[in-house]
């Protein structure tokens, strides 16, 4: 569908095609034929990720489109950026992790006035803009435009209602006008601590496990309690207007009469509340905070310490950069998400985006547990938060640096293993968990269910808070989406239409994306749109399926084992620099009828299985008497070198491989000879020149062909 965009610069109407990439001004305008999108999160790869759930932005309107593809250009460097604002003479200071510069959306104060405001933040990473005071954001190609619109106007500011000409759909719209209408009436009905009786204060403060928060500190962060839910209302204020922009709720209630379970819930959803909580209370002249993973942690510190202190939207589980503007102010900041191994590793990822210099780390532990307990426990907040560490470490250290870390993953082994499938007990059997920072090979025959079985795999953690991005290169995303929504629901949605919504609400909120590239792809532009997502949303699991669609097709003279080992090359390299864990499906080179794949069916050198983390193949033939059955072989696991192989039972209807509870498979397990190489890996010559035959005709399945290399 061809739809356009009209954006309303100073008094004129300029046409946009949101989908070309180098659009700037009119005299610039390249029609493109294609689906239009607007992404307003990055001014080079938005185009490329698609997130399952649409954030709702009053500004940009935001359109999901599986086949939004733009052709490779050059990632934006922070260079790139400065030489920009250098050469059209725009004043700006480096802060941590975007320039400041003043807001072209306000009346521009004379130079050297001492009157300037520097409120208009732009990413390092992204170039992405925003403007604190009137709240306009964008991407950096509409910087750029808004710059060229006031040199041909001859003016030095720009109304902030320029990019308000981008309407949202009728049905955004409306979305969002019930998204507020329900927040209003949460909060309306919802009832402020000093007006509950004493008696269901203390049943309230028992039930959250907030004893000790005084109602002193509930009121200074304008906490509340929603009767009809039994949850605690959590507001999210705009902070120039003091506005109401989204609430969150937490609930509690019990399981089997014993265990509390805490429930979660926000409008306007998880994707667009960008709620830094406490924010309100910061001060211009702030230059330290403490960062918590809770809203209750945030409370507590500030209570127990009077420091400023923020909770993060989502817990650990992400740092969005549209909230890093409101952290450039702080001198420290001191990252306390919580008190388990999990947060721990968070928050070293965070403080790389926010700059490590100024970045402080609780390290979690028996006597430093998540602020909220720290305080009911009776601990000397203060004291936690002096013995912070410094996140900047240097190249050389000494074990007398590394005793604690060492310390930590010998007394947390169930942590250090990883998150656990819940759906493959299995697979927890043998790997023991899904670590970050490595690197999965999976194959299989073709046609077997390598898609199939990993789409299950990764959806299971998914659900457990991995953020995941997905990179089909083989089917397209709809369909992969229906693949997934149907092993979400664990039924065939065919036959059940009218539970659709009800799942697709259910899976919207997952954290998920999927790249929009379809077919053979450049390995430079894949590896850099995962960079970007790593930075966006936290990525910390990306999926490629699969790895012959990076190989390029062109020329049959290049020894296509030394490529295919280049490319695991950087795969390796960019799970270990981004500490993000990558399953790289890839095809067997051979297949022969009667014989089991092996590792050495894969790689072209024993040089790319040395790559590997883990190897897992997906058997279809012989392991099992009965045939077409398949099973799952992990051959090679560099975590602890446990080795063997499950049956998979294929349940057509869910699309799954994962077993009924009460039919678990048996796990038979082979003793690894070494950790580091697979059992039956064997030495391969290089192949020669001789490209297989049917490896030309690499196609996507939308071409109507199955791959078959
Ligand atoms: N164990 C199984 N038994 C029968 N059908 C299966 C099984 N696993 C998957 N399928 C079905 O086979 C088809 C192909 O599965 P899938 O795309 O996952 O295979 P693949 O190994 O990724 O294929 P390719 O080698 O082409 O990449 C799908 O329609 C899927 O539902």
Redesign the pocket.
Same mark, same amino acid.
């Given at each position: 569908m061809w739809r356009s965009k009209f954006v309303r610069v100073a008094g004129s109407l300029f046409q946009r095609n949101v989908c070309s990439p180098h659009w700037r001004y009119s005299s610039f305008y390249q029609p493109r034929h294609g689906p239009v999108t607007h992404y307003p999160f990055g001014p080079y790869f938005h185009e490329k990720l698609l997130r399952v759930t649409v954030p709702l932005n009053i500004y940009r309107t935001v359109k999901k489109d599986a086949k939004s593809i733009i052709d490779s250009d050059s990632p934006l460097t922070i260079t790139d950026i400065k030489q920009y604002l250098h050469s059209k003479h725009i004043r700006f200071n480096d802060g941590y992790c975007c320039l400041h510069s003043p807001s072209f959306f306000l009346p521009q104060a004379p130079e050297g006035s001492g009157k300037e405001r520097y409120e208009l933040f732009i990413d390092k990473t992204t170039g992405h803009f925003f403007c604190k005071e009137t709240l306009v954001e964008g991407r950096w190609e509409d910087f750029q435009d808004c710059i060229q619109v006031m040199r041909n106007e001859g003016t030095t500011s720009i109304s902030p209602n320029v990019l308000i000409g981008f309407p949202a759909s009728l049905e955004e719209q409306e979305e969002h006008n019930l998204e507020m209408k329900e927040v209003q009436r949460i909060w309306n009905s919802s009832v402020p601590f000093s007006e509950l009786m004493d008696e269901e204060v203390q049943l309230v403060k028992t039930m959250f496990q907030i004893s000790k928060i005084t109602n002193a500190t509930l009121k200074k962060f304008g906490v509340r309690v929603f009767k009809p839910t039994k949850s605690l209302v959590f507001p999210w204020f705009c902070v120039r207007h003091s506005r109401l922009r989204g609430i969150k709720l937490i609930s509690a209630s019990t399981k089997d009469g014993l265990q509390v379970i805490y429930t979660e819930a926000t409008v306007p959803k998880v994707s667009s509340y960008h709620n830094l909580f406490g924010l309100t209370l910061i001060g211009w002249k702030d230059s330290e905070v403490v960062l918590t993973g809770h809203e209750v942690d945030s409370m507590a510190v500030t209570q127990a310490t009077g420091l400023p202190s923020l909770a993060l939207p989502r817990g650990a589980s992400c740092l969005p950069p549209i909230l890093l503007p409101y952290l450039e102010q702080f001198k420290k900041v001191t990252l306390w998400l919580g008190g388990d191994m999990r947060s721990w590793e968070t928050s070293k990822l965070f403080s790389r985006k926010l700059g490590l210099k100024r970045c402080h780390l609780i390290r979690p532990g028996e006597h430093q547990p998540c602020a909220i307990d720290a305080l009911t426990q009776g601990k000397n907040l203060a004291k936690i938060l002096k013995a912070s560490i410094p996140a900047a470490h240097k190249s050389i250290v000494s074990f007398k640096q590394l005793r604690e870390d060492v310390y930590d993953e010998l007394a947390n082994v169930e942590q250090v293993a990883g998150i656990q499938w819940s759906r493959f007990p299995e697979l927890n059997k043998l790997l023991k968990g899904h670590r970050k920072g490595e690197l999965t090979v999976f194959t =299989?025959? *073709? =046609?077997? =269910? #390598? *898609? *199939? %079985?990993i789409?299950e795999s990764s959806l299971d953690l998914c659900m457990q808070g991995v953020n995941t991005l997905w990179g089909s290169f083989?089917?397209n995303n709809v369909r992969l989406a229906k693949?997934m929504l149907t092993q979400f629901a664990q039924q065939r949605l065919e036959d059940n239409l009218d539970e659709y919504d009800m799942w697709a609400d259910k899976f919207e909120n997952l954290p998920l994306y999927f790249m929009t590239f379809h077919g053979q792809q450049n390995i430079k532009t894949v590896v850099a749109t995962m960079q970007h997502a790593v930075y966006m949303y936290d990525i910390s699991h990306v999926v490629i399926?699969?790895l012959q669609f990076m190989m390029g097709q062109e020329s049959v003279s290049i020894d296509k084992f030394a490529v295919q080992d280049h490319i695991i090359g950087i795969f390796r390299k960019f799970a270990t620099n981004s500490c993000c864990h990558v399953t790289l499906?890839i095809?067997p080179r051979k297949e022969e009828d009667d014989k089991e794949l092996q590792t050495a069916s894969i790689f072209g050198t024993a040089k790319a299985s040395q790559e590997a983390d883990n190897i897992l193949i !997906?058997q279809e033939k012989k392991m099992v008497t009965c045939p =077409?059955?398949?099973s799952l072989q992990v051959a090679k696991n560099r975590f602890d070198g446990d080795v063997g192989v499950f049956p !998979?039972e %294929?349940n #057509?209807v869910a !699309?799954t %491989?994962s077993a009924p509870t009460k039919l678990k498979p048996k796990v038979r397990r082979v003793k690894a000879e070494t950790n580091d190489e697979p059992k039956e890996l064997k030495p391969i010559k290089p192949a020669k020149t001789k490209t297989p035959k049917n490896e030309k005709q690499l196609k996507t #399945?939308d071409d109507g062909e199955?791959?078959?290399i």
């Open positions: =299989g025959p *073709t =046609g077997s =269910g #390598k *898609t *199939t %079985f789409s083989e089917i693949i399926d699969n499906i095809h !997906l =077409g059955r398949r !998979l %294929f #057509k !699309l %491989f #399945k199955r791959s078959e």
